[in-house]
């Protein structure tokens, strides 16, 4: 059985960080393609980070110089660190993993970013 399973996730203020996690069971890990999406309110899913099996990764531009995100492959495990958090970084956050046309989806954390 496949599992994502993301942590991490809370309230935050402006500016603060928050460092996600998502553990996954059931895969090859280190074969997987791992992203990062979020969900806000009333808006349509978006990527918000892609970490490649090379363990490079790229960013949406209105996170870049801000987010990092990263994998463990003896954890089977990847990471989002999340740095000078805005109101509008508030979503729920999703991890992701795909190979070819197979992919799976953890269950979402909770971000809220206010005073």
């Known amino acids: 059985q496949v599992q994502l399973v993301e942590s991490g996730g809370g309230l935050v203020q402006p500016g603060g960080s928050l460092r996600l996690s998502c553990e996954a069971s059931?895969?090859?890990?280190?074969?997987?393609?791992l992203g990062w999406y979020r969900q806000a309110p009333g808006k349509e899913r978006e990527l918000v980070a892609i970490?490649?099996?090379?363990?490079?990764?790229d960013y949406a531009d209105s996170v870049k110089g801000r987010f990092t995100a990263s994998r463990d492959n003896a954890r089977n495990t990847v990471f989002l660190q999340m740095n000078s958090l805005k109101p509008e970084d508030t979503a729920v956050y999703y991890c992701?993993?795909?190979?070819?046309?197979?992919?799976?989806w953890g269950q979402g954390t909770q971000v809220t970013v206010s005073s």
């Open positions: 992701n993993a795909k190979i070819s046309v197979t992919e799976y």
């Open positions: 059931g895969i090859a890990f280190r074969r997987f393609t």
């Open positions: 970490v490649m099996t090379s363990g490079s990764a």
